[in-house]
């Protein structure tokens, strides 16, 4: 049986760093667009995952000795490659125990909502 801490320790084996189940209740009212059950009806939560950027990444940034590593290690493969495999990972898990998982990456050019800034991340 799949149980909410069964899916938090997998993830937490898989790699992620955080691990966060909320009931789709929470996005009554949200705009379509963001709207969860418009993609899947009939779920019932939403898991949500982060991943560390490695703290030196920051730091080497903020020195001004290393900036490449950063967008290459800490955007670019956590997003565009780990993340991936992850997520399939995470949806095989789901789907074996019988509920129908849909995975969706980092969107970077999606803004929260009312968010007036220039910069889209």
Do not use: H, W
């Not at 009554?28 to 059950?37: F, H, K, L, S």
């Not at 290690?73 to 998982?101: Q, S, T, W």
């Amino acid at each position: 049986m799949l149980t909410a801490e069964g899916v938090k320790r997998f993830a937490a084996d898989l790699g992620a760093d955080l691990c966060g189940i909320g009931d789709i209740r929470r996005f009554e009212g949200c705009p379509e667009q963001r709207d969860p059950r418009k993609i899947l009806p009939s779920a019932t939560c939403v898991i949500g995952f982060g991943f560390r950027v490695p703290r030196t990444l920051y730091e080497a940034m903020a020195r001004g000795i290393q900036f490449y590593n950063y967008t290459s290690l800490g955007v670019k493969y956590i997003d565009e490659e780990f993340a991936e495999m992850f997520l399939l990972r995470m949806a095989a898990l789901i789907e074996n125990e019988g509920y129908d998982a849909c995975v969706q990456r980092n969107t970077s050019n999606i803004r929260i909502q009312g968010d007036k800034t220039q910069n889209p991340e």
